[in-house]
């Protein structure tokens, strides 16, 4: 964890004209530190920011100015801007979230690659905008690790510093993560800003790119929601577009936390269950997304979280994150976690396998990092057994518990490696995590199986259509069209009569699968056809119809694979 001055923090003030001369005294502090700054590309880089945050203040005033007493034309403009919170029935606000913080837990200057005999090494300078700031890198598979170094240079500037290899393999495309650290009790999320980066490691040159302001992502309510059970409420976050195009962007909101009427918890609930839109009231100006929380039919506790990504597509900065996250809670808990829970979340979007068990999967060859969340208030302990053909339970050995850079006090992970390697068996390997509440005497347990992936295809040799003539009426057809393919798993095949009416399909869904191996399949569909229909009704088939054929996307190639059918044309061609 770093510290540093906090330079936007609760202000106290009673009225709009002791901010206005607070305001005041921090420019002409801003202008006192530009002389003594040094370097003119920075200096110039500095300049453009500031240039461009006052360009920001002038529309915070036109927020802040009916607080001043202005006329009633003059107060108009505050329907163009942010909208005064109004509680919703049932819905508590906390009172010190006045002047809760809209801002990006840091300000970025510049982001600097070096390259190094087998890897790169990034840095990062920003200024900070709260006083306790987390900030980790994560590769793209793998836990989050502490910054290498972290320093405070001059005039405020701060700077931190990490090597990410390469590898070769691919593409690689390291995250850092900037976060501000909350200390509640009870809380198993303890940052409410977080900014994340998406940098290029697939080159090997030295390069440096300077920041320019990023969005900021707006709450209302700004931080916390305490609701009456049996009640909804609302929720609105806006981004000022600031020269932003509002189609590059989109607004995704989540909800990690826990369904007290069932006692689980989800790493991220199923949007349509707990959320109903309202009304989009995006504009030039800004970019918004409501909600309504149904915690009318279901009791909620946990965060929030809402996030927005822009692709910048830099020289080293290919895309920025920007997070803000919301404390949900009914008001008849004191905290987010309800008293004496221990759970695993459950991950439902990973789905499940054949054992009912949530499911992950890796790759042939290749070395994967799985893992389990578990909540709880206190975790004494949390560990991996490998469940082994026989029944047996053997201790995971790369099992770790690393502390998390957005865990609060409840929350725990335990990661560990898998290789994939091909056997005779089903694919699958069973691990069983479980977590102990040593103080009640508690012990929970959740099965997670990872699947061996084989390499998925298309054999040609048995994709075909056979042609059947109907035994009572010679006009009738009956076609078989068989798309064999082979893979771990099998491939999701769509079967397509293409763009003629005469071998048009109800759906792209198999009807049949014929399994002819432990990872081999045939896919079949059937359809029956009046040639004599279709030849007195002038139907015809055309040079440029597409005939019926079968494919997926294979996950092996990255790319989709079509097999087009070789089909007799009846006598119906275009002549």
């Given at each position: 964890m770093y510290y540093g001055k906090c330079q936007a923090s609760k202000t106290g003030y009673s009225d709009i004209n002791e901010k206005l001369e607070a305001i005041a005294v921090k420019v002409d502090a801003i202008d006192a530190k530009l002389d003594s700054l040094a370097g003119g590309q920075y200096r110039y880089n500095l300049l453009t920011r500031i240039d461009q945050r006052l360009d920001n203040i002038d529309s915070k005033l036109d927020v802040l100015a009916?607080?001043?007493?202005?006329?009633?034309?003059?107060?108009?403009?505050?329907?163009?801007?942010?909208?005064?919170?109004?509680p919703e029935a049932g819905q508590e606000v906390e009172e010190d979230q006045e002047d809760y913080p809209y801002y990006n837990c840091v300000d970025l200057i510049s982001v600097e690659r070096y390259p190094t005999a087998d890897g790169n090494t990034f840095?990062?300078?920003?200024?900070?905008?709260?006083q306790e700031l987390s900030v980790r890198y994560q590769e793209e598979m793998g836990p989050a690790k502490p910054v290498d170094t972290f320093v405070e240079e001059e005039g405020g500037v701060w700077s931190v510093s990490f090597f990410s290899k390469q590898t070769g393999e691919r593409q690689q495309s390291p995250w850092i993560s900037f976060r501000d650290t909350v200390d509640e009790k009870g809380s198993f999320l303890s940052s409410r800003h977080e900014l994340h980066l998406n940098l290029n490691n697939s080159v090997l040159s030295h390069s440096l790119e300077m920041m320019e302001p990023l969005p900021e992502l707006h709450a209302d309510p700004p931080r916390d929601v305490v609701y009456e059970p049996g009640q909804d409420f609302n929720v609105t976050?806006?981004?000022?577009?600031?020269?932003?195009?509002?189609?590059?962007?989109?607004?995704h909101e989540?909800?990690?936390?826990?369904?007290?009427?069932?006692?689980?918890?989800?790493?991220?609930?199923?949007?349509?269950?707990?959320?109903?839109?309202?009304?989009?009231?995006?504009?030039?100006?800004?970019?918004?997304?409501?909600?309504?929380?149904?915690?009318?039919?279901?009791?909620l506790s946990g965060y929030l979280s809402f996030n927005f990504g822009i692709d910048l597509e830099g020289p080293i900065v290919k895309t920025v994150?920007?997070?803000?996250?919301?404390?949900?809670?009914?008001?008849?808990?004191?905290?987010?976690?309800?008293?004496?829970?221990?759970?695993?979340?459950?991950n439902p979007h990973m789905?499940?396998?054949?054992n009912g068990n949530e499911l992950r999967r890796c790759g042939l060859g290749v070395k994967c990092m799985a893992w389990c969340h578990a909540v709880g208030d206190p975790i004494s302990d949390i560990q991996v057994l490998k469940i082994l053909p026989d029944g047996r339970h053997e201790t995971v050995p790369s099992a770790t518990s690393p502390d998390l850079p957005i865990?609060?006090?409840?929350?725990?992970?335990?990661?560990?490696?898998?290789?994939?390697?091909?056997?005779?068996?089903?694919?699958?390997?069973?691990?069983?995590?479980?977590?102990?509440?040593?103080?009640?005497?508690?012990?929970?347990?959740?099965l997670v199986d990872i699947l061996v992936m084989l390499p998925d295809g298309l054999d040609e040799d048995g994709t075909n259509v056979t042609v059947m003539d109907d035994h009572m009426d010679p006009h009738i057809k009956?076609?078989?069209?068989?798309?064999?393919?082979?893979?771990?798993?099998?491939?999701?095949?769509?079967?397509?009569?293409?763009?003629?009416?005469?071998?048009?399909?109800?759906?792209?869904?198999?009807?049949?699968?014929?399994?002819?191996g432990r990872s081999t399949a045939v896919m079949t569909k059937n359809l029956t056809i009046d040639v004599d229909y279709y030849r007195r009704h002038n139907y015809r088939l055309y040079e440029d119809d597409e005939l019926p054929y079968c494919g997926f996307f294979s996950s092996t190639r990255g790319e989709y694979i079509t097999h087009t059918y070789d089909v007799p044309d009846f006598g119906l061609s275009e002549s």
């Amino acid at each position: 964890m770093y510290y540093g001055k906090c330079q936007a923090s609760k202000t106290g003030y009673s009225d709009i004209n002791e901010k206005l001369e607070a305001i005041a005294v921090k420019v002409d502090a801003i202008d006192a530190k530009l002389d003594s700054l040094a370097g003119g590309q920075y200096r110039y880089n500095l300049l453009t920011r500031i240039d461009q945050r006052l360009d920001n203040i002038d529309s915070k005033l036109d927020v802040l100015a009916p607080q001043g007493g202005l006329s009633a034309e003059e107060s108009s403009v505050k329907s163009k801007g942010v909208q005064e919170h109004k509680p919703e029935a049932g819905q508590e606000v906390e009172e010190d979230q006045e002047d809760y913080p809209y801002y990006n837990c840091v300000d970025l200057i510049s982001v600097e690659r070096y390259p190094t005999a087998d890897g790169n090494t990034f840095t990062v300078k920003f200024t900070k905008n709260v006083q306790e700031l987390s900030v980790r890198y994560q590769e793209e598979m793998g836990p989050a690790k502490p910054v290498d170094t972290f320093v405070e240079e001059e005039g405020g500037v701060w700077s931190v510093s990490f090597f990410s290899k390469q590898t070769g393999e691919r593409q690689q495309s390291p995250w850092i993560s900037f976060r501000d650290t909350v200390d509640e009790k009870g809380s198993f999320l303890s940052s409410r800003h977080e900014l994340h980066l998406n940098l290029n490691n697939s080159v090997l040159s030295h390069s440096l790119e300077m920041m320019e302001p990023l969005p900021e992502l707006h709450a209302d309510p700004p931080r916390d929601v305490v609701y009456e059970p049996g009640q909804d409420f609302n929720v609105t976050v806006f981004v000022p577009l600031n020269n932003i195009p509002s189609h590059d962007f989109y607004i995704h909101e989540s909800f990690p936390g826990i369904n007290i009427s069932s006692g689980k918890a989800y790493m991220n609930m199923e949007r349509r269950k707990i959320f109903r839109d309202l009304e989009d009231d995006s504009d030039e100006n800004k970019k918004v997304k409501s909600l309504t929380v149904l915690t009318s039919s279901v009791t909620l506790s946990g965060y929030l979280s809402f996030n927005f990504g822009i692709d910048l597509e830099g020289p080293i900065v290919k895309t920025v994150q920007v997070s803000r996250i919301i404390m949900v809670r009914p008001s008849n808990q004191s905290t987010v976690l309800p008293p004496g829970f221990l759970g695993f979340f459950e991950n439902p979007h990973m789905g499940l396998s054949q054992n009912g068990n949530e499911l992950r999967r890796c790759g042939l060859g290749v070395k994967c990092m799985a893992w389990c969340h578990a909540v709880g208030d206190p975790i004494s302990d949390i560990q991996v057994l490998k469940i082994l053909p026989d029944g047996r339970h053997e201790t995971v050995p790369s099992a770790t518990s690393p502390d998390l850079p957005i865990s609060g006090d409840t929350l725990q992970v335990v990661f560990w490696e898998f290789v994939a390697e091909e056997d005779d068996s089903n694919g699958l390997t069973t691990f069983q995590c479980v977590a102990t509440d040593q103080s009640r005497g508690r012990v929970v347990s959740k099965l997670v199986d990872i699947l061996v992936m084989l390499p998925d295809g298309l054999d040609e040799d048995g994709t075909n259509v056979t042609v059947m003539d109907d035994h009572m009426d010679p006009h009738i057809k009956h076609l078989i069209f068989n798309c064999a393919v082979y893979g771990r798993p099998l491939p999701e095949v769509s079967i397509s009569g293409g763009t003629s009416q005469i071998f048009s399909m109800d759906s792209y869904e198999p009807d049949s699968v014929i399994h002819t191996g432990r990872s081999t399949a045939v896919m079949t569909k059937n359809l029956t056809i009046d040639v004599d229909y279709y030849r007195r009704h002038n139907y015809r088939l055309y040079e440029d119809d597409e005939l019926p054929y079968c494919g997926f996307f294979s996950s092996t190639r990255g790319e989709y694979i079509t097999h087009t059918y070789d089909v007799p044309d009846f006598g119906l061609s275009e002549s």
